[in-house]
């Protein structure tokens, strides 16, 4: 079935609608317009949108673009927001022009903020932009960070345009877009810790990184010193792997049944490799000298 695309609003000075946020609780659409300073609530079953122009308001935001509106859940009225370099907790009844601050959250002295989203923890994440790079000054200085408890933490760093974020817990996976760049990553992704990780991955001699491409049935070589990254791939007989670079098939799966091998490690002392069939639940030992193989269940 295609989509129903609908204008709901017309663009009523709109120059440039961002962070679209949908509540559940309230059944309303919330946004800002980045360059007009204002948040933004719509509410389909009635049609009714209201808005705020948070410059106007209040002097401390005076001059500043606002990328994102969020609701705290279980606090009735209550906001974080993101204004050039900062976030910050504010009250809005949603209806009305008055806006008030509550708190500072977090400053980046060096860079502004652009998309924020939460995870289904409700844990936020947001990053930033390099100030003056979209004009063509500076370099990639942005980060990424996560924001729980008031309590900050910057997991990724050298952004250009911190944009899109997407969560799927299904798949453990993060998914993020750096627009400067032109790139869309994947990570994995523990909801309950708000770690983000590349899947496996080594580093040789050269300082080339070698990346699984779990469910791709290969290994590829990146070279992180050119931008023609990609440097070589190398296909492999199953789909889901988890480390590279070595490639030797050195057991066979059909007769150990091993589903889902992870974790892999290798122990100079013994001259052996430890890792796991993640569904089989046993442990396994691998000499090469030997070609021996063991395993325990856990």
Known sequence: M????????????????????????TQALYFVNYSGQHIHKYVPATKKHTKANIALLILYFSGKSVSFVIPVENKENQFVIATENEVSLIQWDGKSEKVSILETLFVDPNNAFNDGKC????????????????EGNGSPTGNLYSFQNKKSVSHL???GLSNGLAFDVN??????????????????????????????????????LWVAVFNGSKVIKIDPRKPEAVVKTIQIPTKQIKMAPKVEKVIDNANTGIQL??????????????????FGQHIHKYVPATKKNTQRQT
């Open 2 to 25: 295609a989509p129903n695309v609908e204008k709901v609003i017309d663009n009523n000075g709109i120059q440039l609608g961002e962070g679209p946020h949908w509540d559940s609780k």
């Open 119 to 134: 995870d289904p923890s409700g844990r936020l994440w947001t990053g930033t932009i390099a100030k003056g790079l979209l």
């Open 157 to 159: 760093s050298e952004i």
């Open 171 to 208: 798949l453990n996976k993060f998914y993020y877009v750096d627009s400067y760049k032109g790139t869309l990553d994947q990570y994995d992704f523990d909801v309950t810790t708000g770690r983000i990780g590349l899947d496996g991955m080594a580093v040789d001699y050269e300082g080339n």
């Open 261 to 278: 091998g992870e974790g892999p490690h290798w122990d100079s002392k013994t001259q052996a490799l430890y890792f796991v069939n993640y």
